[in-house]
């Protein structure tokens, strides 16, 4: 039918799913408007290279093949738009040269190439462009010089090509007076980050993350570049501080700065506006008690992995709106202030740990939609009298501090909790029947405390398939933004020795550890609770009587350590069937008999 209309000029199949042949466009020498947009269409696009007169042309989301020089002939072309297809595509955009008419190029996620030793026509490009992206894996050698005769580009994507080291191109941002947004995020750049000579007021968006960027960030980069609404320059060799006019940037509302050798103080004023600050992973030191204190509005604020000191600022009790808050990996001391209270109804993941944080746990912490606490390798003490309303939590962390008195009976209505940990503690009493009640444990870790009395026969473990418990990320309203370094590791000992998992890691691993105590009585005879199991530790207590053949119905178990007890009888052959054990230790027990044997 399409074949017959060779008067058509508008013609939309967008959103379909159509996969026929694409014989049936090259007699519709007429169009001027082909939308194919999602679809399931395959075959190689010099087909469409006769209908020349063609001013908007929509490839994209599709399986179409073969070289961008196809389109050549396509001189009425306004706007092309061939985002998801495996096109090949040079990174000079030398085959478009001729396309004068062209404002508007959206290609991301073909196949982009190094194109600089063919030869065209035109050594200079015709097209003006409004747009461009073009954000494709791949090596696109040198940065594409045909864009500095460009001077009217309005948004350019040029994110993960690999340019090869070249220099970050500062004349793209003095070319285009009207340029607001600019992201060469991995682009393989290195050396100085350069402002242009004047102001960029329509300037909104600025990504040259995952480079190689050095130097120091310009001090006026406040005032060149002053209505930016997101700054991302993580990633990079930046050093020297943190520029104060970025103070001046009343709009910005994402700033990435982290992963760099930034050091100094945290200016005293920052953006009023800010939503996200991330500064983590430099070299920031001093006291943060009279910083950001006019950042109302923060939703997340990461400042971990640097040497900043001093106490927590109570202001962060006046962030309302603040979500995560991640200041691990410093020398903060002093208690909890009691101001966090106030942030019930915001907050949802912590991490404070590895401080130096004293004091006991503000008894009023205990929000229902907080998800993720960690605030291991601390000095707090006292008993845990925060988090018996939170309901939501997903992951306590209270490992490596001094805390005291006994493990709660109302952690049995945390129903969320997958992550346990209160190893190296204080702790004392027994081990609460309540835990049964949590059906989605994953990982229980209450070592090296003072835990006496029996181990309960009805503690259940389970495998995550949620990865969105294993870690938090950045709310969706706040754009396409990376996930911060929320997934923060978690120390498990494993065939005696300490490893660190985070992120989907976390979601395979599932485990007891019950070492280092003063736990008595048999070892549970049943684990059909426990099927999932991959690592068991009930070392170093007194447990008595037989190792339970029943442990040979943990068919996941890696790592098995039943040593320094008191246990008795023989080792039983079924454990010869656990085919994934890999450490298994019973040293230092009344064991007797032969080691079973496995036969052929």
């Known amino acids: 039918m399409l074949k017959n209309l060779s008067s058509l000029e ?13 014989s049936v466009f090259k007699n519709l020498t007429s169009l001027k408007y082909l939308d194919l947009f999602f679809n399931n269409f395959f075959g190689n696009i010099y087909v469409f290279k006769n209908l020349m007169s063609l001013e908007f042309l929509d490839l994209s989301s599709n399986k179409f093949s073969g070289d961008i020089s196809h389109f050549r002939s396509l001189t009425f072309l306004l706007e092309l738009r061939l985002w998801n297809n495996s096109i090949e595509i040079p990174s000079s955009l030398a085959p478009l040269f001729n396309l004068s008419k062209l404002q508007n190029i959206y290609a991301d996620n073909n196949m982009i190439y190094n194109a600089e030793t063919e030869k065209h026509s035109l050594d200079t490009p015709t097209f003006r462009f409004r747009s461009i992206t073009l954000s494709c894996s791949g090596d696109g050698g040198s940065f594409p010089q045909s864009l500095n005769h460009q001077h009217d580009l309005q948004y350019v994507d040029l994110s993960n090509i690999n340019f090869k080291g070249d220099q970050f191109p500062n004349w793209l941002l003095e070319n285009n007076e009207k340029l607001q947004k600019l992201n060469l995020a ?9 402002l242009p000579s004047t102001s960029r007021r329509g300037l909104l968006y600025l990504d040259v993350s995952n480079n190689s960027l050095d130097g120091n960030i310009p001090n006026e980069i406040g005032a060149k570049l002053p209505s930016l609404e997101q700054l991302n320059m993580s990633n990079n060799l930046f050093s020297g501080g943190i520029p104060i006019s970025i103070g001046d940037m009343i709009s910005l509302e994402i700033l990435d700065l982290s992963n760099n050798k930034l050091s100094g103080g945290i200016p005293r004023h920052m953006p009023m506006g800010l939503l996200i600050f991330d500064g983590s992973n430099n070299r920031l030191f001093g006291d943060i008690q009279s910083s950001m204190e006019n950042m109302s509005h923060l939703v997340t604020l990461d400042l971990s992995n640097n040497i900043l000191s ?14 995560e808050l991640v200041m691990a990996n410093n020398h903060f001391e002093g208690p909890i202030p009691m101001e966090f209270c106030k942030l019930n109804r915001s907050l949802q993941f912590l991490d404070l740990s590895a401080n130096n944080i004293s004091g006991s746990l503000p008894s009023c912490f205990s929000s229902s939609i907080l998800s993720h606490v960690y605030l291991s390798r601390n000095k707090l003490k006292g008993p845990i009298t925060g988090f018996f309303n ?5 992951t306590l962390d209270l490992s490596n501090n001094h805390l005291t008195g006994s493990i709660p009976n109302w952690i049995g209505t945390l129903f969320s909790l997958s992550y346990l940990l209160l190893n190296n503690n204080r702790f004392e009493g027994g081990i609460p029947i309540q835990l049964c009640k949590l059906n989605g444990l994953s990982l229980i870790d209450v070592s090296n405390n003072n835990l006496s009395g029996t181990i309960p026969p009805c503690l259940m473990i389970t495998t995550l398939n949620d990865s969105s418990h294993a870690y938090y990320g950045i709310p969706y309203q706040y754009g396409n933004y990376r996930s ?3 997934d923060v590791p978690i120390e498990v000992t494993m065939k005696s ?3 660190f998992y985070k992120g989907r890691v976390l979601t395979y691993l599932s485990g007891i550890d019950l070492s280092c105590n003063k736990l008595t009585g048999e070892i549970p005879h049943h684990f059909q609770y426990l099927r999932d199991i991959i690592v068991l530790n009930f070392s170093h207590n007194s447990l008595i009587g037989p190792i339970p053949p029943a442990l040979s119905e943990l068919y996941q178990i890696e790592s098995l350590n039943l040593s320094y007890n008191y246990l008795s009888g023989n080792i039983p ?3 010869l069937g656990l085919h994934f054990l890999s450490s298994f230790s019973v040293a230092y027990n009344n064991l007797s008999g032969t080691t079973p044997e496995r036969t052929g």
């Open 10 to 22: 508008h013609l939309d199949l967008s959103y379909n799913n159509f996969s026929r042949d694409l």
């Open 186 to 194: 991995n682009s393989s750049l290195s050396g100085h980050f350069q």
């Open 310 to 323: 001093g106490g927590i600022p109570r202001w962060v009790g006046k962030m309302s709106d603040l979500e």
């Open 390 to 394: 939170s309901s939501g939590l997903v």
């Open 484 to 486: 911060f370094s929320a």
């Open 497 to 499: 020795i300490s490893y």
């Open 573 to 575: 052959s079924q454990l």
